[in-house]
């Protein structure tokens, strides 16, 4: 069955760097986009962006450039989000999302991580 | 960008009855539209896509419909594992793949 495992909660200093994976199974990898999500606490969906994995080719929303990296480790069907000088603002949890559409980037997301939490506090 | 107003951003509901949902995007977004549920600390779960169409698994009470500029997610008969979080998703606009608000659904 297709399944998206993420990494395990964070708990950083400001200014420090996190980097969180999704390991995908039950399907082949290349042939799905995939996302990511994020969720402050007790609010709504925002999605950040995009990774190709075909290409590896990393596309960002407005909000999330700068800070923000998405990687594939292809061999290892996982992708990546590293964020770096983390903000108090990043206190989230992230979720990576394949894309139901295949590599296009208007996509639906039929499969989720379960979530990464990240709390940044000093 | 396009604008997701989801309404209403709350809803108390009793056992069997049919609950609606609904999503107005600020422009016509061509059935680009996904319905998502999220109970306490979990990941969205997909229920619908292109607007009417039903996610793999998904319980057929569950049922998506609109056009245009307009959608709907229609509960028939609600169980108590219905309680949760729902959103709606548009991705004809990109970037960026737009949700609306929430609508939080509890038991009368």
């Known amino acids: 069955q297709i399944q998206l495992v993420q990494s395990g909660p964070e708990l950083k200093k400001p200014g420090e760097s996190v980097k969180i994976s999704c390991k995908a199974s039950?399907?082949?990898?290349?042939?799905?986009?995939m996302h990511w999500v994020k969720q402050a606490p007790g609010k709504g969906l925002k999605w950040m962006g995009w990774?190709?994995?075909?290409?590896?080719?990393?596309t960002y929303a407005d909000d999330f450039k700068g800070r923000f990296v998405f990687s594939l480790e292809a061999s290892a069907s996982t992708a990546n989000l590293q964020i770096s000088n983390l903000k108090n603002e990043d206190t989230a949890t992230y979720f990576c999302?394949?894309?139901?559409?295949?590599?296009?980037?208007?996509?639906?997301?039929?499969?989720w991580g379960q979530g990464v939490m990240v709390t940044v506090s000093s | 960008d396009i604008q997701m107003t989801q309404s209403p951003a709350s809803l108390s509901a009793s056992l069997g009855e049919t609950v609606t949902i609904e999503c107005r995007a600020s422009?016509?977004?061509?059935?680009?539209l996904a319905w998502y549920q999220q109970k306490p600390g979990k990941s969205p779960q997909l229920l619908i896509y292109?607007?009417?169409s039903l996610h793999t698994g998904v319980p057929s009470r569950f049922s998506g419909s609109g056009s245009g500029t307009q959608y709907s997610l229609k509960i028939n008969s609600l169980q108590s594992e219905d309680v949760a979080s729902y959103f709606c998703?548009?991705?004809?606009?990109?970037?960026?793949?737009?949700f609306g608000a929430g609508t939080k659904l509890e038991l009368k």
């Open positions: 999302a394949r894309g139901g559409s295949g590599l296009l980037s208007r996509s639906y997301f039929d499969y």
């Open positions: 422009e016509d977004i061509y059935n680009g």
């Open positions: 039950g399907y082949t990898f290349t042939d799905y986009a």
């Open positions: 990774i190709n994995t075909y290409t590896g080719k990393p």
């Open positions: 292109n607007a009417n």
């Open positions: 998703q548009q991705y004809y606009d990109y970037p960026p793949n737009t």
